[in-house]
């Protein structure tokens, strides 16, 4: 076979010298798309780096600042608006001289004596049973009751008690009818029905002249309450004594319910 030959520009080229050309304009073309690529590709980077390190320069989060550009110089002062300082200051300074004391004359201030030592040492006290006595030096004599002072004062400190507790009098009250009044309870007809018994305790008031003036708390089974008050109030009792005197006084009184 022969080989074909190819006219190019006047030259004479062989198949075989034809394709190495063809293999060396290929490999050129493609080293400068690559060039490009890459050249197009730093670029793009640079360019995105650089916009990065600017955003990274502003504050986030942060109000813009505002500026505000105002006049320093004052506004003009009218000389009719300024109240008048000096009148003010003087009504006030009259206003203090008002307030010093006035100096005391001579004569207003001889009028007053004081009495000397000796004088005060001839001041004379006497007491008495009926009451003491002051004498000045002018022979004047003043008599001052001590007894009431004392009368008042024992009765502030020992107040008058009208009823008092079994434990506080001297001679406590005793019952002389107790057996008779128990004798003549009733038993309740309820307390029989169901076979109770039971304890009962009430507090009476005696009286001066021993007599029960009230019934008070009654302790126990509330079915016994009502025939214990009864009875209660049929007690009679020697009287209780408080610096020998009769006295109101609370005592507490027993019964017993039992069945036969």
């Known amino acids: 076979m022969f080989d074909e030959i190819i006219l190019i520009n006047n030259d004479k080229y062989?198949?075989?010298?034809?394709?190495?050309?063809?293999q060396g304009f290929t490999l050129k073309g493609f080293i400068i798309a690559v060039t490009f690529h890459l050249a197009l590709i730093a670029a793009y980077m640079l360019i995105t780096y650089f916009n990065e390190a600017k955003a990274k320069d502003i504050p986030k989060g942060r109000d813009p600042v505002i500026i505000v550009e105002f006049d320093e110089t004052p506004p003009p002062i009218d000389d009719k608006e300024i109240p008048p300082i000096k009148e003010e200051i003087a009504n006030k300074v009259k206003d203090l001289?008002?307030?010093?004391p006035e100096p005391v004359k001579k004569e207003v201030a001889d009028d007053v004596v004081l009495k000397t030592q000796d004088e005060l040492n001839e001041i004379n006290t006497s007491t008495s049973r009926e009451g003491d006595s002051l004498v000045l030096a002018d022979n004047t004599n003043?008599?001052?009751?001590?007894?009431?002072g004392d009368k008042i004062d024992k009765e502030i400190k020992e107040p008058v008690k009208d009823i008092y507790n079994i434990i506080e009098v001297?001679?406590?009250?005793?019952?002389?009818?107790?057996h008779q009044i128990r004798s003549e309870v009733n038993y309740p007809p309820r307390a029989?029905?169901?076979?109770?018994?039971?304890?009962?305790?009430?507090?009476?008031?005696?009286?001066?002249?021993?007599?029960?003036v009230k019934v008070g708390a009654v302790s126990g089974n509330k079915i016994f309450h009502d025939e214990v008050r009864d009875k209660a109030l049929e007690l009679v009792f020697t009287p209780g004594l408080q610096n020998n005197k009769p006295v109101k006084v609370w005592v507490t009184v027993p019964f017993s319910f039992k069945l036969k």
């Open 170 to 178: 001297e001679v406590a009250p005793e019952c002389t009818n107790l």
């Open 14 to 22: 062989g198949a075989a010298e034809l394709k190495k050309l063809y």
């Open 192 to 212: 029989i029905e169901i076979g109770l018994e039971g304890r009962v305790t009430v507090r009476v008031l005696v009286g001066p002249d021993g007599s029960v």
């Open 97 to 100: 001289a008002s307030l010093q």
């Open 142 to 148: 003043i008599k001052i009751d001590t007894k009431l």
